[in-house]
């Protein structure tokens, strides 16, 4: 059985079922061709309102199922994920522009993604509390009852699935507005999963769709928590519709993520980490190393060896050869990396490889002689761009590191693993990483950032699971009704 060839979907979205969308439907481009691939529905703010109310209606039914059920839809649901990998796989490859092996991990995150999920059913959902009277007192977690979820185009499908699958799993009911550029990996894979899986019709609807469908979820009675995954800027306005609302809105946004090269760093091993935290999915990742700081003794053989290795890494289609980074997600994102990066040379630096394009692919470019107030270094590019700065002291690292308004992942790289500790303690990130870049993942860990970089760890490990997608309820039992003096 194939999960994405079939004649039910093309045109529509998964509105209690495959329906035609009010908005019609658009075009599913891919990048490294600007072939259509197929159309896609494109939902409206109509069909936002359908959606609440057929997920409020199904979500009591759903909650109410035995906990050993809902385990199983999401056990279900992974073993799909890791079945079609390679299916899914290749619509990342192509509507994404993932090289093969981004999107292989992608799956394989996702399949783990389901599997902690399916645990969360089992967890203990209240605890016992002393009480100064005669009763039982207890903290209850109870399902919040509808989700919202707005998911980007970068990594399209564990973006999603790491709120899909533990808010479904913790019993709620849920909307996901995928970004329309990635709405067949990101939207129509998930739908489809979870039908397959044997989650209750309802319980999941899936619309693509534009700012209009994704206003209206926000603000939509039913939907009681916005999971939000995208730019620092987007991200403000949804925090701001919510708040409008009261509603509980968990944020995951850009970052500037520093990587800090000391001067008893293993160089070769230091550029191998480092080309990767910047190039990986051609930049276009919240955690990509966007500031490299590096001691001033080892500076000039850094940037030399960086510019190197990115002078050879192979650009083109992921689909058809064998290539280290693929196209830029559309014309819009190339333009505003290409703008960053003309004006930081503008302003001084010195273009050490990269800084040219065709169509959609950008070479990956190394910065060097970068200052603080330079625009690829002081702004989030989200592309493969390397901006690398030298410092002198520790003090001037950690001064340097923490100098953005951004504060997601931190790498720092030495021999020393307790000099690099005590140099993180210095620098607030919601992630950090001694020996390693700064893209990493997995599904069993808290993820967020601090500042403008989201509101904390609301994704990923089962507390932060059980916080961001439960409500807690203060009950109280007596054997009999308690005495009042009137």
């Known amino acids: 059985m194939t999960l994405l060839t079939e004649s039910t979907w093309p045109g529509k979205i998964f509105l209690d079922g495959w329906r035609p969308a009010t908005g019609g439907d658009a075009a599913v481009v891919e990048p490294a061709t600007g072939e259509e691939l197929t159309r896609i529905g494109r939902a409206g703010p109509d069909d936002v309102v359908r959606a609440a109310q057929i997920a409020r209606e199904a979500q009591a039914g759903w ?27 290749c619509w990342l490859t192509r509507e994404a522009g993932s090289v093969p092996g981004k ?39 109870s399902p919040v009852g509808v989700v919202g979820v707005i998911s980007p185009f970068n990594f399209p499908i564990i973006l999603a699935v790491r709120s899909v699958a533990p808010a479904l799993a913790l019993g709620n009911a849920v909307i996901l507005k995928p970004d329309p550029r990635t709405a067949v990996s990101g939207g129509v894979t998930v739908a489809r999963v ?24 926000i603000g939509e009675p039913p939907v009681r928590v916005i999971s939000f995954t995208g730019s620092t800027a987007a991200g403000r306005r949804v925090g701001q519709l919510a708040a409008a609302s009261l509603k509980r809105v968990h944020l995951e946004l850009g970052g500037n993520s520093a990587l ?26 919240c955690m990509t190393t966007g500031r490299h700081l590096v001691a001033e003794r080892v500076y000039d053989e850094y940037v030399a060896r960086l510019a190197d290795k990115a002078t050879h890494l192979p650009v083109g289609d ?24 003309t004006g ?52 001037d690292a950690a001064r340097l590191a923490a100098d953005s308004e951004y504060g997601l992942s931190l790498g720092i790289l030495t ?18 990483h001694i020996n390693d870049q700064t893209v990493n993942d997995e599904a069993n860990v808290p993820f967020g950032g601090l500042g403008a970089s989201g509101t904390g760890s609301r994704f990923g490990g089962a507390p932060a699971n059980v916080d961001a997608f439960t409500d807690t309820r203060w009950v109280t039992v007596r054997g009999e009704i308690a005495p009042y003096p009137f």
């Open 318 to 341: 992921p689909a058809t050869g064998q290539v280290a980074l693929g196209p830029l997600i559309d014309a819009g994102q190339r333009d505003k990396v290409h703008r960053l990066v």
């Open 260 to 285: 800090v090269v000391l001067d008893d760093a293993d160089l070769d091993r230091a550029v191998s980490a480092a080309a990767w935290g910047s190039y990986l999915h051609q930049g276009q990742i």
């Open 344 to 395: 930081t040379v503008e302003a001084g630096a010195k273009l050490a490889a990269g800084g040219e394009y065709d169509r959609l692919f950008y070479r990956p470019t190394v910065l060097a002689d970068v200052t603080p107030d330079m625009p690829a270094y002081a702004e989030e590019v989200f592309g493969p761009v390397a901006p690398v700065l030298r410092f002198s002291t520790l003090d």
């Open 63 to 89: 909650a109410a199922l035995p906990h050993t059920e809902r385990a199983a839809v999401l056990r279900r649901a992974g073993d799909l994920w890791a079945r079609h990998a390679d299916e899914v796989a």
């Open 415 to 432: 021999r020393d693993v307790m000099r690099g500790l005590a140099l993180a303690q210095r620098i607030p990130t919601g992630v950090v």
């Open 194 to 217: 979870f039908e397959e899986a044997g989650l209750p019709p309802g319980v999941l609807q899936v619309l693509p769709g534009g700012v209009d469908a994704g206003e209206a979820l």
């Open 103 to 141: 999107a292989q991990f992608e799956v394989g995150l996702v399949v783990q993604e389901c599997y902690e999920a399916a645990a969360l059913p089992s967890r203990a959902y209240g605890e016992l509390l002393p009480s100064t009277e005669p009763r039982l007192s207890w903290a209850q977690r």
